[in-house]
């Protein structure tokens, strides 16, 4: 059973920083692009960025270009988001989800929240 | 960027009926659309890919249908677990992944 572990969330200043993380298991992790995706309080679905099996490939959502930089750990199974220079906008509940064009499987979420 | 739009933004229908949701893209997307479910404090959960393939463990209920420019997802007789909020998702051109804005399903 495909299991995605969502962490790192929290409460962050504005301009401040942040690292989420998500820990993958019951599939070959090595074999599949894994994504993130966010959802701000009461709105909709939005693509933040995407990295393929290898890590050699990254895609960001105009929103967070050079502000956030996604990675993965094939070894540990983990992918993960540091997020720089946030801003109120940021915050949201972010999903680690597998695969990259539709995403088959979800984490649970971590909530992000950036106030002063 | 694909912008995509879902109508009704809020449908509200009787169990046991039919629901039919609609989303439409502002450029072709082939037939590379999926459709997700999110019920209040979870995850999405996705439905349909490539259209009209239900993912696993997806009930025959649900259906989905379109190409181009515009897609239907349908599930044919309401269950009391399908009241949720609903998701479309173009992956035929990216970056940047785009979602509708959700279509609430709510008991009528």
């Known amino acids: 059973e495909v299991q995605l572990l969502d962490s790192g969330g929290g409460l962050a200043q504005p301009g401040g920083s942040l690292r989420l993380s998500c820990a993958a298991s019951?599939?070959?992790?090595?074999?599949?692009?894994m994504s993130w995706v966010r959802q701000a309080p009461g709105k909709g679905l939005e693509w933040v960025s995407s990295?393929?099996?290898?890590?050699?490939?990254?895609y960001y959502a105009d929103s967070v270009k050079g502000r956030f930089t996604i990675s993965r750990d094939n070894s540990k199974n983990t992918l993960s988001l540091q997020m720089n220079s946030l801003r109120a906008e940021d915050t949201a509940v972010y999903y680690c989800?597998?695969?990259?064009?539709?995403?088959?499987?979800w984490g649970q979420g971590t909530l992000v929240t950036v106030s002063s | 960027e694909i912008v995509m739009t879902q109508s009704p933004a809020t449908l509200s229908v009787s169990p046991g009926e039919r629901a039919t949701l609609s989303c439409r893209a502002s450029q072709s997307v082939s037939s590379n659309l999926a459709w997700y479910q999110q019920k209040p404090g979870q995850a999405p959960r996705l439905l349909i890919y490539?259209?009209?393939t239900r993912a696993t463990g997806i009930p025959a209920r649900f259906s989905g249908s379109g190409s181009g420019t515009e897609f239907t997802l349908t599930i044919s007789s309401l269950q009391s677990e399908d009241f949720a909020v609903y998701y479309c998702q173009q992956y035929n051109d990216w970056p940047p992944l785009t979602f509708g804005q959700g279509t609430r399903l709510e008991i009528k």
């Open positions: 990295i393929s099996a290898s890590g050699g490939s990254t």
């Open positions: 490539g259209a009209s």
């Open positions: 989800a597998k695969e990259w064009g539709r995403f088959d499987n």
């Open positions: 019951g599939f070959t992790f090595n074999s599949y692009a």
